[in-house]
């Protein structure tokens, strides 16, 4: 019985779509996920093809900036805002910017071939290119 109960509860819970790393779909940088983490920590300021690297990010809160701090960047909340705060206070770096919604982060990123960003895959459309998900 127990077992034709979790059966049910697995099978009724909703699949959700991965998260998107994104760019413009005009940049053609050839960026690897190696690169996306030295771009959203500061220890790079371009892509590979040496075009600036604007990276955004959500408000402290969002679900997907939770998300990709703990699966890309390998930090927690509250690491990754100590690591920022570190690096503002010594006056070597600017955290990326923050958005507010997927809407907002998708217009941005599919309008500035600098910019970069993670959305849910569900949202990507023709203006913007994956570039990994996770």
């Known amino acids: ?75 927690s909340e509250s690491q990754y805002s100590a690591f920022w705060s570190k690096l503002v206070f010594t006056g070597r770096g600017t955290p990326p910017e923050m958005i507010s919604n997927e809407d907002e982060m998708l217009t941005l990123v599919a309008t500035n071939p600098n910019t970069i960003g993670f959305i849910d895959e569900s949202k990507v459309d023709g203006s913007v290119k994956i570039v990994g998900t996770f």
């Open 1 to 75: 019985m127990k077992f034709i109960f979790a059966l049910c509860l697995l099978l009724s819970t909703p699949v959700f779509a991965g998260t998107a790393i994104i760019i413009n779909a005009n940049n053609t940088s050839g960026i690897d996920i190696e690169m996306v983490k030295r771009i959203y920590l500061g220890k790079s300021k371009a892509f590979p093809d040496g075009s600036r690297a604007i990276p955004l990010t959500f408000e402290t809160g969002n679900g997907l900036r939770d998300i990709f701090n703990k699966n890309v960047l390998g930090k």
